[in-house]
């Protein structure tokens, strides 16, 4: 399945995004603002996008904090049973500027909202699906 925005860009599925190559900061930012839903984990982007699946989570932790940095999310860290989780809450579409679109190059903003708008991934554990929607941060998936 090959996927391209208007823009030309490399989507899910697209063999230009180097199946075996080392994960690039990039791809990451790509994979997680193109990933399905509202909330991305590490898990999410190495399921979804295969030629990620040797990124870290420290890699995915540090593009997430750019990304949030960059005003296009935020980042949360929630304590399972067994581990400290993190996740990105990607910026609802409706609340990105045409400033910040402009400088969307990783993906169309039509791309984003499309993705965006799709339920939160089942691979997000379902205590922290909980915790967010009790939050108000994204709707009951």
């Not at 860009?9 to 997680?32: C, F, V």
């Not at 999410?44 to 040797?54: D, E, H, N, S, Y």
């Not at 984003?112 to 709707?139: A, D, E, F």
Request: hydrophobic residues 40%.
């Amino acid at each position: 399945m090959s996927v391209y925005t208007t823009q030309g860009r490399a989507h899910k599925g697209d063999s230009r995004l180097g199946q075996h190559a080392n994960p690039t900061k990039r791809n990451i930012m790509a994979a997680i603002l193109q990933s399905r839903g509202p909330v991305v984990t590490h898990k999410v982007v190495i399921w979804g996008w295969k030629f990620l699946k040797m990124m870290s989570s420290k890699q995915f932790i540090g593009v997430a904090n750019d990304l949030q940095d960059a005003n296009l999310g935020t980042v949360m860290k929630f304590q399972t049973a067994s581990r400290l989780s993190f996740v990105f809450i990607k910026k609802p579409p409706h609340e990105i500027t045409e400033a910040l679109a402009a400088n969307l190059d990783l993906c169309s903003l039509e791309y984003y909202t499309t993705r965006y708008n799709l339920p939160v991934s089942k691979s997000v554990p379902l205590g922290i699906r909980h915790q967010l929607t009790s939050m108000g941060l994204v709707p009951y998936s």
